[in-house]
């Protein structure tokens, strides 16, 4: 019995010794499966009474089991170990040498662990023992995370799992990376350097409601899984991350730096709020900034160069520094509110609707798709030298905001050639500056342009695109425009052509209203190389020039120049559907002035000069054209359609050398005053006609022109010819306006100087034959000179006046023979029979002397040529 007892009591007394050791005092635990079964947790024993468990620890009397190790432990692992679900395993320190160490419960570490051979995690949580104070445990051998079960890493935060080989992550069970209360000290997850982790599965990682855990990744991170894995963690990156299948989305924060390797149709998502670029950033793929709320998705304080971001519609970038774009920045409607520099060999293509762009600065190229609006708030965007930004039909490129910020282009700016709209256009219609070395280059369709347009550059229009300004403009020195295409000017108020500026334009249309001020103006001058649509608005520049072959069409509905405008037209001005006003117009030596229509050619005072060197016409229109001007011409003046009005009785009509001819219209002005040329043409002109040195050749070979008068305005309709004027008259025969011209003068004709008589047609004149070419209502003075010219040897012409004619009697000394042996002329010629009973004579030569009677040949024909066909005989 004694020995019994003192077998009995020794144990117990061990075992309650050892039980009551205060648990500050470490111990060395080894793990060495005693029960065969390398559960953490396990208790067995054999019959006699006793228990023992998988540690190096006394045996303990039935029921009990010897203790586990506790937080003051150290525990060393040399052989597989599990810690079972459900269940905890706690230790100081852990060193595992060997073995598959298998978490299926909760390992908690009070200060450090070390596993030198494989962890396999299926669920529970590895988590700090005590308060937060520097606990780790480092995995030297591998970590595979696997199963459907969730993990976790320390739920209250204070402690660094740290991976320093290869590790997966594989099944569906999601992780919880854990913070402590207050948000002081997150669970870290540190993926060392040399290291790999790699998911291979669509699970998550969790914040708790304390705050956002960590996850560091200084070594290689790979999503080799197709799907989405999106991980609420704070993502610090000074290694690789190497996204190969699906999107892997970061939903909260961290650093950004290291290396993003996103193959083509795999995805970073960067959802959350604050990340941050480091400046050594490198990410090449498809990295996405989105789900940013209010906030921005990426914070740039410092200068950061990235080869690729994108910026979904949701969005967005901020901060004080410059994200420098080295391959490409895609905007997909978002808020990249940074200032943001494409370098050359850079592009940005801003697909979306985005106007909280920060500064920027274009070196490379920026794209802008149909649909999209690209515009940067109350900052400046600069498209830099060998910059180029391209806007497709239906893009917008502009500015946002208050203030005065404009798009200074010292690159290009481009219209691609397709047929649809592309348009410029600022909040408040802020400045586009097209600077000296800038270029806007349309290549098809239309680029509107509804800024401030302020150039000293380039701007190059395709032939059939259109570039179209809207508001108001500067154009200064160096301002080239080229190309077959329109520059457009639509409703746009105040454009301003500074002094010593020649604006050459070789298509410019100009349309609006001149009432809304819609018009180009300045000291400048504009020069239409190849046409000129005038639809509407004002021109007020000293000068337009048309150059010879260019054509300028007023084509309405409402256009004019201004008063002080001089017109220099070498080319073509076509008067379609509108009047044009002006100060002065030359219509120089080949230019055309053609009034299609019957609309005014007017001054804006209406008495300033026109002086037509070329051919100024009313080609078409039944009605009237004003003409409110005065007009001094050298070239052509026709009037082939309607009626050619001067409008005031102090509009003059002077002509010094050329054409005036009425061509199928008439003219009417107070006043023409020929001092040289011709005037030429059958019909109706209502004027008061001083010849002092022209031609005046009345009919169209032959015809009548009546010098008209007019009650309202109130003109007598005279005709005046001076000593250097000249009347000539076509004769073919006998019948007026048919057949020989004739000068109808309603008020008085005063002659003098010469009159020419041309037979036409082969017609040879009857002795005797009288026409009229002079019929007035008063007939003063004489011609000073009578010429025949083509008159056949023989026939002579005499002018016979009276009081309200002139009259022009042939006499012809050598008649044809009629076959009646009586020496008389039959008038066959003219085909108006025989010679009137009575008017025979000795060679019909009482036609050329009235008066004298019969008289003998030989005397009549003397008489004839001495005179020379001149008569002064009044009735």
Sequence with gaps: MR????????????????????ASRAANRNFDNSCGDNFWH????PVDGTKSNNWDVPESPAPLCPILPNAADNVFVSIDCAIQAAMTGTVGNLTQMT????????????????????????????ARGNDASGQQATLNGGLTMQGADPKTLSFFGGFRLINAGAATWSGAGDWTIGMIPGACCPAIFENAAGATFTVSNTASIFQTAFGIGVFENAGILIKSSGGLSEWAVNLINTGLVHVQNGELRLTRAGVIGGTW???????????????????????????????????????????????DLTVAIDG???GTGILRVAGSLTNEGGDPAVHIHILPAGHLESSGVSTTFGMLDVEGTVHLPAGALLGCRDVVMTIMPGGEVTIDDGATLGQAGLLVQPIENHGEIRKPPTGGTAVIENAFIQFLNNRADGLIS????????RNKLDSAGAIDIAAGATFRHRTWANYHAGTVI????????????????????????????????????????????????????????????????????????VSGPEFTGDDGVVFENF???????????FGVFNNRPGGIVDLQADFAFLNWFSNGPVNNEGLLTKSGGAGVSDLVASVTNTGTFRAASGTIVFTNSHNTFTQNAGLTELAGGSIRVASMTLNGGVLRGAGSLTANVSNNGATVEPGASPGILNVAASLSPLIAGNYTQGAGGMLAIEVGGLMPGTKHDRLVVDGTATLGGQLTVELIGGFVPADGDTITIIEAASVAGTFADVVPVGLPAGVFAAVDYNFTTARIIFTNVNPPDDGMMDGASDGADDGTGPTPAGQEGAMGCGACAPGLGPVLPFMAAAFCIVRRGISTRRP
């Design 3 to 22: 020995r019994f007892s003192v077998q009995v009591w020794i144990p117990t007394m061990l075992y309650a010794f050892w039980a009551m050791t205060p």
């Design 42 to 45: 396990s208790c067995c024993g």
């Design 99 to 126: 073995g598959n160490f298998s978490i299926n419960g909760k390992l908690e570490i009070a200060d450090q662990a070390t596993f030198d051979g494989p962890v396999i995690w299926n669920s529970g949580e590895i």
């Design 261 to 307: 390797q996103i193959d083509p149709g795999a995805e970073l998502g960067i959802a959350g709020n604050f990340f941050e670029l480091d400046p050594a950033v490198v990410i090449q793929g498809r990295a996405v900034v989105k789900q940013s709320g209010t906030n921005p998705g990426i914070k740039i304080d410092n200068d950061v160069t990235i080869d």
């Design 316 to 318: 967005n970038l901020g």
């Design 442 to 449: 349309v290549e098809g369709g239309t680029l509107e342009c």
């Design 482 to 553: 080229t190309g077959d295409g329109w520059f457009h000017l639509d409703q746009t108020p105040n454009n301003f052509i500074d002094a010593g500026v020649d604006l050459d334009i070789p298509r410019f249309r100009l349309s609006g209203q001149i009432n809304a001020g819609h018009s180009i103006n300045g000291p400048g001058t504009i020069t239409i190389t190849k046409e000129f649509d005038a639809q509407g608005g004002l021109i007020n520049v000293p000068q337009v020039m048309i150059q010879a072959g260019a054509v300028m069409n």
């Design 571 to 581: 080319g073509t001005t076509n008067i379609i559907a509108q009047s044009l006003g």
